[in-house]
């Protein structure tokens, strides 16, 4: 099982980026699926998480600006970015909770993908 994320990049504050990622490989099922991201220097965060019927979750500091969401018929989560500040600066990992068989679960990463915003 694989996740890929895309759609990092270089923005301006106020701008828009859209991140996706795609699970692939042997999928039974997938529960949560979320984003993180770290800052340098700081922990790594958990900034949304939607659940397989939709329950929706979000740290503080993205709620109004930030919107998740998935498709499952194609195993992938969104996370659609409006109003970006400087401080949103980071890498951004997609994380998912997977079944390769239904009683197979396992916790997933992607690789990363960067999101810079200046000012």
């Known amino acids: 099982v694989q996740l890929v994320e895309s759609g990092g990049g270089l923005v301006q504050a106020g701008g828009s980026l859209r991140l996706s990622c795609a699970a692939s490989?042997?999928?039974?099922?997938?529960?949560?699926m979320s984003w993180y991201r770290q800052a340098p220097g700081k922990q790594r965060e958990l900034v949304a998480t939607?659940?397989?019927?939709?329950?929706?979750q979000y740290v503080d500091s993205v709620k109004g600006r930030f919107t998740i969401s998935r498709d499952n018929a194609k195993n992938t989560v969104y996370l659609q970015m409006n109003s970006l500040k400087p401080e949103d600066t980071a890498v951004y990992y997609c994380?998912?909770?997977?079944?390769?068989?239904?009683?197979?679960?396992?916790?997933?990463w992607g690789q990363g993908t960067q999101v810079t915003v200046s000012s």
């Open positions: 490989g042997s999928i039974f099922s997938i529960n949560a």
């Open positions: 994380n998912a909770d997977i079944a390769r068989r239904p009683t197979l679960w396992a916790n997933y």
């Open positions: 939607i659940s397989r019927i939709g329950t929706l």
